[in-house]
């Protein structure tokens, strides 16, 4: 049967009941499916909703007049869209439409043998074969030598920068003048935008990491790979101190490229000489080979790029061309077409903000566009829930707030954020997430990372109420991932606020409803050591009189003590239902205890 003869518009297809194909499905494009079931002609609910990425042959073409020309690096400007360089042997090229057209650069760059380049803005850094470092803050029109480094023998050079703070970056395979062997690594950096560089600390672990790859994530951890010992290391502090990540079932197998999940730390891949690509997540603590659909004779992996609408949308340059995963490094699939065959070897891979990925290769530069739509785009469905404890709560009283979100899938969901605002009428205390981290005090946001489909997060935010009436709180919970049904996304809470008690301790024993003529807790007052009021309150306009409540207590406890010392006092009141009696107590009540209980 032809069922789904055309899936273009969303058009509905009813009365399968045999294998179907879907026609009409274009390359690079993500669909979405809803399945529903007819009864009689009663359509039931649908089901949750499906994503597949149909990737087909990718398109890549030849750009430049290039081929024939290896090119080592490529490097995209994320601020400025269609603007990348590349560098082979001799020259650094630049483009400034996506990558269809290239122009050389000189200006002083020329013939250096540029292995690493790094861009921000107009400010470009290229790193030598020779250990030099080069700056242009013009768009590479001109160059300046910002550190003169000695020629180690090591031709592989990275270059990365911190995301949240450009003005910091890192070079790996450098040996400056300063070099203390003692105490020195060979990655140097520079806070300075380039101005000054310095040796990071060894630390005992990083002293002889060479880092033929280097990346760093959105809160300042750096991670470094190369041929050293161990093979790969992070810091998280600047590069002072350094922590032994390697991967220990291939301690001696070098790394070429690294690359770290934009939403979390905790998701971490290397891309080896010979072992293929190993994934972690827990930050390098543990690695598992994820080298499913690629080569028998494992390639060797020089770059990985996360792909920043989907962190599962991961692309691989190898020399044996091109691969892509769309869930995580689970399944490699091979990208190449009869242009970038899978003879080449991808040295290099960038994209623009525009989606255009460049590979730089051994014969030349090749362009993909993706802009159709970003594949593998990740769905997932949150759902924020919330309770308050206790509720009712007096002032002065801690009230933990509890938010929870969980992840209904089908995939994981990226960025996670809960934000909330606290009510007029609370002092702040905390607010603790169960991964990730909250800041502020008056409006809060927590930055929760990935949540994985079936998984949860939390935030426990505890206030103390300082006013008496009703509590209103709202929360409400994000993600860079599409969530189809936000109607679960958020939350509102209302917490009652009660005004402290007051009076004795001893009271709080006798307390009945608290309400009336106060009978139940006066009765017991006695019995309680005279304190009283605790245990009985009184009204006023629906609400809880401290003052009341207190002098309540007072005259009761002046009673107790009168009558213990066997004083009666004409003037005295009598209270309706607080009468004496030991041995024939209310229904319901206790005998009173006698002087030899007491």
Not at 89 to 117: E, M
Not at 210 to 230: E, H, K, M, Q
Request: negative net charge.
């Amino acid at each position: 049967k032809d069922n789904f003869a055309n899936l273009k518009g969303g058009r509905k297809r009813s009365g399968i009941t045999s294998p179907y194909t879907l026609d009409g499905l274009t390359p690079n494009h993500t669909y979405h499916f809803v399945i529903t079931a007819v009864d009689g002609g009663t359509e039931g609910p649908g089901s949750r909703e499906v994503t597949t990425t149909l990737i087909g042959s990718l398109d890549w073409i030849s750009v430049g007049n290039l081929s024939g020309t290896s090119f080592y690096t490529v490097a995209a400007d994320k601020t400025n869209d269609g603007v990348a360089y590349a560098a082979e042997g001799i020259t650094v090229y630049k483009t400034t439409d996506g990558g269809t057209t290239w122009a050389p650069l000189d200006g002083g760059i020329s013939g250096k043998g540029v292995r690493a380049l790094a861009v921000d803005g107009l400010k470009v850094y290229a790193a030598t074969k020779t250990g030099d470092l080069w700056r242009s803050l013009n768009g590479g029109t001109s160059w300046t030598l910002e550190a003169d480094g000695t020629d180690i023998g090591e031709q592989n050079k990275s270059l990365a920068l911190d995301p949240s703070h450009s003005n910091i970056l890192y070079a790996g395979n450098f040996q400056l003048s300063s070099y203390n062997a003692a105490t020195d690594s060979l990655l140097i950096g520079s806070t300075d935008n380039g101005d000054t560089w310095n040796h990071l600390h060894n630390a005992a672990v990083g002293a002889d990491l060479r880092a033929y790859a280097i990346a760093v994530d959105s809160l300042g951890v750096i991670f470094a790979g190369g041929s050293g010992t161990p093979n790969v290391a992070k810091s998280t502090d600047g590069g002072t101190s350094w922590t032994d990540i390697r991967i220990a079932e291939f301690p001696a197998t070098f790394i070429y490229s690294l690359a770290v999940d934009p939403t979390t730390s905790a998701t971490l891949y290397a891309g080896t000489l010979t072992q293929g690509i190993y994934k972690s997540i827990n930050g390098g603590t543990s690695w598992i080979q994820k080298n499913t659909g690629l080569p028998g004779t494992l390639p060797w992996i020089y770059a990985l790029l996360i792909d920043p609408t989907n962190p599962k949308y991961i692309h691989a340059g190898t020399d044996a061309g091109y691969y892509y995963t769309t869930d995580g490094g689970e399944n490699w699939v091979a990208g190449n077409n009869a242009s970038l065959t899978a003879s080449r070897t991808v040295y290099a891979l960038a994209l623009t903000p525009s989606r255009h990925l460049i590979a730089a290769t051994d014969s030349g530069l090749f362009l993909l566009d993706l802009s159709a739509e970003p594949p593998g785009t990740a769905i997932s469905d949150l759902a924020l829930t919330q309770t308050a404890t206790p509720n009712p709560v007096s002032t002065g009283e801690n009230l933990t707030d509890q938010l929870t979100v969980t992840n209904q899938g089908p995939d994981a969901a990226t960025s996670v954020v809960i934000t909330t605002t606290l009510p007029a009428g609370v002092n702040f205390v905390s607010a603790t997430a169960t991964q990730g981290a909250c800041q502020g005090t008056g409006t809060l946001t927590c930055n929760l990372g990935t949540i994985d489909n079936g998984a949860n997060a939390g935030v426990t935010i505890v206030v103390t109420p300082t006013v008496a009436g009703n509590l209103n709180q709202d929360a409400a919970v994000s993600t860079a991932s599409t969530d189809p049904n936000s109607a679960n996304n958020s939350v509102s809470m209302t917490a009652t606020v009660n005004g402290t008690p007051s009076g004795g301790a001893g009271g709080g024993a006798g307390g009945g409803s608290g309400e009336g003529n106060g009978t139940d807790g006066g009765s017991d007052a006695d019995a309680g050591g005279g304190g009283g009021g605790g245990g009985c309150a009184m009204k006023v306009d629906g609400e809880f009189d401290p003052t009341l409540v207190g002098l309540l207590g007072v005259v009761l406890a002046l009673l107790a003590g009168r009558r213990r010392e066997g004083v009666e006092s004409p003037s005295e009141p009598r209270f309706h239902g607080l009468e004496e009696n030991h041995e024939n107590p209310p229904p319901g009540r206790p005998a009173r205890l006698g002087a030899a209980g007491r």
